[in-house]
């Protein structure tokens, strides 16, 4: 299974970025607790269409096609990577969300430095996450265009 | 005899005592092991039923159309034919077009520098 590392190492900020992160703290915890919230809309919208392509879609396909006794291993396989894809799309997110927790957690006023070293590792993780989101409709693809190439050998 | 009564009374007070403290124990034990699992399995991050994390009333509304409109299920398609793989397609596409209503989810704009009033330097 894959997962990424994500880098904690970051350079020194300025006065500048120190004082700004203290003073505006109050605001950027709220946009973060925002963030939250945005993101757990988001992440069961499309958790839940995500299950439902492996779910309502791909497994019960391959599961017809193996009784009606018809060999296509590259579909098996995109069913493989695809629930490889999703499950790493959930770890990716618990990990996401636990460094957004602590970012939350931290007062900015008294530790601007730790607070946007663990801003940076959070952004890392959104990255991931959206590469994850990338990865699993680039396997959905494969998957229409897989079906289509039967559909033309039926 | 007076003593043994007060005796008797005494260590039932003790037990009763005892059972109210391991009791709690016993559920501050369980709570917490809940709690940590439902922290550590990541569950946390999809309960939307925390406060402050209820869905909004346009979501709902979205829920309740994709309720009317029936979930298509291809293990209920009876024989594997042209047209059912049609279907399919059709339907699979639909949901890909659900999953692009987000164009980028998790932009990185919302995390950045400038719009948290950082300055770049």
Redesign the interface.
Known sequence: MFFCQVSTGVSA??E??KT??SE?CI??RE?L?K???L?????????V??E??LT??IV??N???VE?N?SNPALLENQSNYAEAKEVF??N??KY?QALEELVGLDCRIEPETF?KK?VV??ER??I??QD?ENI?KL??K??EL??K??GE? | MQEEKTRKVTSGGRNLILLGVLSTVVAVTTTGVSLAIYHNSGDIYLDRSRPGFLPDEEEVEQKDEDEQGGVYNFSKVEKLTAESLTEYLEKLESEIEAINVYEKPFDMEILSDDHFGIPIE
């Open positions: 900020i300025s500048g970025q700004a992160i505006n605001l950027i946009s607790k963030t939250q919230q993101d757990a809309g988001k992440r069961v919208y499309l958790g269409r995500f439902r392509i309502n879609f019960p396909l599961v017809k096609l009606s018809i959930r770890n997110y618990i969300q946007y801003l959070a952004r959104r990255k996450v959206g989101i409709k959905a693809l998957n229409i079906v289509t039967l559909r039926l």
